[in-house]
């Protein structure tokens, strides 16, 4: 493949276009208007920076979005217009944390330029130190992205329904980030009821995976709650979507909002402070929750 575009290279689109750029694909992106944080990943990436977002699609064959939930809708418009002002043509792939119904809500953006649309949904963490994520991918333009794999990347091809890929990744999200929003919210119940140390020997000593797992997820979300705050809103919405309660991943939300704003929320996953532990993340986020109270 000649060469791919990446909106934006963040945390996980900068591990997936280095993937990508070491199978030997020419990775191109556009930092016009973006942090000094998501040049550095770029720059260290070794991408390709083009001027503008038109030049960025007249380039590519195959375009990749991978942002933050909320912006999956005003990226494709973004790029639609560029399509329309050039009337280029290419394979755009939505690869971000959204609901079925969003991705369609995309597909109807993307598909009246003449481009091609793929639903696709990540499983797993960035690939850097660790092998490529699962890629699940639908729609009917599926196969091109699916030559990916050519350059390492692991995309399990499903059917022709926009949306299917979608669906896999709610379902899957819901347990992993869900759980560690449940897990940070007991936590921060007991703390303020006074039972912490008690809850957590317990815990230890009846369900020590459990513990293990949210010793390690809990300190590490806070790098990442201003993201999982819009995805946890995408689940509700596909779970709404098929007669079930939103409310569980409303709540959910509603977590990762009380982290995000408070004193760890300013945290990325490389300045995450590795030594304050689960024990700091909850005192923390208890006061935070005591400001929130009293407002």
Known sequence: MRSVALISPGDMGQAVGALLASGGVRVLTCLAGR????????????????????????????LL?????????PVARDVAAALRATRARLTYVDCNAIAPRTAREVAA??????SGFVD?????GP???APSPRVYASGPDRALFGALGDAGLDVRLLGDDVGEASAVKMCYAALTKGTTAIATELLVAARKLGVYDTLVAELRDSQATQAKRMADAVPAMSGKAHRWIAEMEEIARTFEDVGLTPLIFQGAAEMYRLTARSEIGGERPETVDRFRGVDGTIDVLARASEKVATK
Not at 35 to 62: H, K, N, Y
């Open 35 to 62: 942090s000094e944080r998501t040049r550095v990943l770029a720059r260290t990436a070794g991408f390709t920076d083009v001027p503008t977002l038109d030049l960025l699609v007249r380039e590519s064959e195959l």
């Open 65 to 73: 979005s991978i942002v933050p939930p909320a912006q999956a809708l």
């Open 109 to 114: 953006v993307i598909t009246p330029t003449g």
């Open 120 to 124: 696709a949904g990540i499983v797993g």
């Open 127 to 129: 690939p850097r130190d």
